[in-house]
């Protein structure tokens, strides 16, 4: 089983940063992705970015934050980061760190583990 905690959340003003970490424990991952997906209540778990957690790093980003967020990895920590630009109120939600086996995907139905969610408030 795979276990993944999120944190870094927080409350920001309009056009600061924050750095998520998603921190994984239990099985190891092998050949898999690790993707960030933000929800506001009564939406649809939007996809944001995401990262291959072995072999040659290759990312994906949703339109909606590319050139603002950042994904990357640490694998000796077990753990994969979100960088956060450039923040705007309409970027608040519970911010959810998923990991799947195999290739990077974007939709959150095709991931199969799930942090509890950090919030992220950004005043305007």
């Known amino acids: 089983q795979v276990r993944l905690v999120e944190s870094g959340g927080g409350l920001v003003q309009a056009g600061g940063s924050l750095r998520l970490s998603c921190t994984a424990s239990g099985r190891t991952f092998g050949s898999s992705a690790v993707g960030w997906f933000r929800q506001v209540p009564g939406k649809e778990r939007e996809f944001l970015a995401a990262?291959?957690?072995?072999?040659?790093?290759?990312?994906s980003y949703a339109d909606s934050v590319k050139g603002r967020f950042t994904i990357s990895r640490d694998n000796a920590k077990n753990t994969v980061y979100l960088q956060m630009n450039s923040l705007k109120p309409e970027d608040t939600a519970i911010y959810y760190c998923?990991?799947?086996?195999?290739?990077?995907?974007?939709?959150?139905?095709?991931?199969?583990?799930w942090g509890q969610g950090t919030q992220v408030t950004v005043s305007s």
């Open positions: 990262i291959t957690w072995t072999g040659t790093t290759t990312t």
């Open positions: 998923a990991a799947r086996y195999g290739t990077i995907k974007s939709n959150f139905y095709e991931y199969d583990y």
